[in-house]
């Protein structure tokens, strides 16, 4: 799709690229107005009135990875100059230009709407809030909709298999969707990380699929890898599907990580709470904690089928993070290792400041 053919009228060259689906990033007024010819944007309440004929645009039915492109036409309908402050669109994956930050009486701006459906399927509908120092009506949505059809595809892109034990095998299968199933043809499905990784090409119920096992290793942490299958579609030569797993013993601390507040002055020390808890079921005890560098005690107690961990910083450690470590009676588990942060005061001080509780052990008596 193309855009609208140029109007007359002065051009901003710059993007407004949007970053993250909780919303955009507005043009900065003071440097749109200087690149424009220092037209300074004021506080709403203009003569200028923002209308548009068109505001919602239709592109019909595309492919997914193709870009869909869409000029909106603005309109000054006012008696005074109308000034854009900024275009936001609710999702990255959408970009909009603004051809100039003033639109005098009678005249027309443009807003150039890009929209990026790569790994998008299926009814579809993307917005741009328009801002304007109207005194009425400042802001116009836009929208464009329309389906998003796929050629060929695994019905998700990324596959999080969870917590999986030390040890142990979880399978899933994912099925490939294409438009034409019979035409599809499948070959030379691979994997990465071969020692974590299996795959094999099934049909679910007619449709193409592939069956992931995963075997995890015996050591924790976060494992990850990549199946590939190639199609006989010179559009879509090549599938991909990341796989990702947590990787752990059947004792899971919860919150993986433990956070410890900065000391400060005339403040009790800080301390924190861990849960340990079995994915099995199976009764533990936990015996004790364990800190090589000295600068974190605490004790343990049982709760609710689980076991609590209760930690108070003796003094401030001597590095931003490191270990400390719970003893237990599992022959599997004998040693839980803990990573600790230690949060930057600069941080710590403006939650403080928003309000935020700090936890902190009671002040010794």
Known sequence: MRFHGRTAGLWLAAMVTLAGCKGGVDAAPDATARAAGDVRATAPGSDGRMACDAPEFDWGTVLTGEEVNHTFIIKNVGTGALRILGARAGCSCTAAVVSSPEVPPGGEGRIDVKFNTKGRKGPTSKTVEVTTDAATDPKLTLTIKGSIEVLAAFEKTYLDLG???????????????????????????????????????????????????????????????????????????????????????????????????????????????????????????????????????????????????????????????????????????????????????????????????????????
């Open 163 to 365: 917590r999986v034990m030390m040890g142990a095998t979880k399978t899933e299968t994912v099925r490939i969707e294409a438009k034409d199933v019979a035409a599809l043809r499948l070959s030379d499905l691979k994997v990465t990380s071969t020692a974590l990784l299996k795959a094999e090409l099934e049909k679910t119920d007619g449709t193409p699929s592939v069956k992931v096992t995963f075997t995890a290793g015996n050591a924790p942490g976060t494992a990850s890898g990549n199946v590939t299958v190639a199609t006989n579609l010179p559009e879509v030569p090549l599938l991909t599907l990341q796989v990702r797993a947590s990787v752990g013993g059947d004792l899971d601390v919860k919150p993986p990580t433990a956070v410890l507040s900065p000391f400060e002055q005339d403040l009790p020390a800080p301390e924190f709470t861990l849960r340990v808890m079995s994915m099995s079921g199976r009764p533990f005890t936990l015996l004790k904690l364990e800190d090589p560098s000295g600068a974190l005690a605490g004790n343990v107690a049982p709760q609710g089928g689980g076991w609590l961990i209760r930690v108070i910083a003796r003094k401030q450690p001597r590095t931003s993070s490191g270990f400390f470590y719970v003893l237990t009676d599992r022959k599997d588990q004998p040693r839980l290792a803990i990573p600790y942060l230690v949060s930057d005061p600069a941080v710590s001080a403006a939650k403080m400041g928003a309000g935020a509780q700090r936890s902190v052990a009671p002040a010794p008596h």
